[in-house]
Nanobody, 115 residues
């Protein structure tokens, strides 16, 4: 069974930066398109970035230019570098395949942007 562990969240002031990491057991992530998602209180989970196996990336307008996704296929890790954070970025962040699969949701990592 694949285990997914997200880390790197925390409290940051508006305008600050954080780097999230996702580690997965097994090899399936290294051959998959991988994504980072977030869920804010009272809102649906949404995609914030994905990266194809070959490195092509996608970002919605809400984070474009501020977030950068990267992967290390040899280590089965997916990172999300976030900069110029705003309170609207406050959420629990998750990684999963893209499109996501129910079996691969981890516990997520909380990101809180507040002064």
């Amino acid at each position: 069974q694949v285990q997914v562990v997200e880390s790197g969240g925390g409290l940051v002031q508006p305008g600050g930066s954080l780097r999230l990491s996702c580690a997965a057991s097994g090899n399936i992530f290294s051959i998959s398109t991988m994504g980072w998602y977030r869920q804010a209180p009272g809102k649906q989970r949404e995609l914030v970035a994905y990266i194809r196996r070959g490195g092509r990336t996608y970002y919605p307008d809400s984070v474009k230019g501020r977030f950068t996704i990267a992967r290390d296929n040899a280590k089965n890790t997916i990172d999300l570098q976030m900069s110029n954070l705003s309170p609207e970025d406050t959420a629990v962040y998750y990684c999963n395949r893209y499109p996501p699969e129910d079996d691969y949701w981890g516990q997520g990592t909380q990101v809180t942007v507040s002064s």
